[in-house]
T-cell receptor
Framework: AQRVTQPEKLLSVFKGAPVELKCNYS??????LFWYVQYSRQRLQLLLR??SRESIKGFTADLNKGETSFHLKKPFAQEEDSAMYYC????????????FGKGTKLSVKP | DAGVIQSPRHEVTEMGQEVTLRCKPI?????LFWYRQTMMRGLELLIY????????DSGMPEDRFSAKMPNASFSTLKIQPSEPRDSAVYFC???????????????FGAGSRLTVL
């Protein structure tokens, strides 16, 4: 079954500290993975996708097929990074649907 | 493009009333998705359309929920009758499926926050 697991509901770090939001997936084929971010009471926005291999707002994520993981990392957290972060997996059996994890709330303290 | 537009942004209603949520996808997108977001269950896919045709409605909780997409620029999600447990934020998203890889990304609307008393 296709599944996305984000083991941490809440992650709290201090400003300037490194942050890693964990995401593990279950998928039999070649996965396509995304990170979406939702700032307080705003819409979900695409943060990055693994096929782009890009860094957005200092965040990066590397697909590790051996560990079936797509962890989101940032070396120095900022207060404005506080938000809900959702990891998502393209549903191979649909026209573009994404399967979302339950989300991790990142809180960056001053 | 103004992005995915949803209305109303907030709806407060009483149990038993009919609720209609509306969505205008991004022009040119051919796939439309309705998600429900709650604290307990996170983001759940309710239904999605491709070229205005419902493809998968297995996420629709029960017969009280229905969705339509009469044309490429408009979709509705209806709950009748509404119940307190339907209180949630309902998101609409659209994408261009089958286009170049970079375009095949879900873009979300701002959501409709529903409270059923």
């Amino acid at each position: 079954a296709q599944r996305v697991t984000q083991p941490e509901k809440l992650l709290s770090v201090f400003k300037g500290a490194p942050v890693e939001l964990k995401c593990n997936y279950s998928y039999s084929g070649s996965p396509e993975l995304f990170w979406y971010v939702q700032y307080s009471r705003q819409r979900l926005q695409l943060l990055l996708r693994h096929i782009s291999r890009e860094s957005i707002k200092g965040f990066t994520a590397d697909l590790n097929k051996g560990e079936t993981s797509f962890h989101l990392k940032k070396p120095f957290a900022q207060e404005e990074d506080s938000a809900m972060y959702y990891c998502a997996l393209r549903d191979g059996g649909s026209q573009g649907n994404l399967i979302f994890g339950k989300g991790t709330k990142l809180s960056v303290k001053p | 493009d103004a992005g995915v537009i949803q209305s109303p942004r907030h709806e407060v209603t009483e149990m038993g009333q009919e609720v209609t949520l509306r969505c205008k996808p991004i022009s040119g997108h051919n796939s439309l998705f309705w998600y429900r977001q709650t604290m307990m269950r996170g983001l759940e896919l309710l239904i999605y359309f491709n070229n205005n045709v419902p493809i998968d409605d297995s996420g629709m909780p029960e017969d009280r929920f229905s969705a339509k997409m009469p044309n490429a620029s408009f979709s509705t999600l209806k709950i009748q009758p509404s119940e307190p447990r339907d209180s949630a934020v309902y998101f609409c998203a659209s994408s261009l499926w089958g286009g170049r890889a970079g375009a095949n990304v879900l873009t979300f609307g701002a959501g409709s926050r529903l409270t059923v008393l």
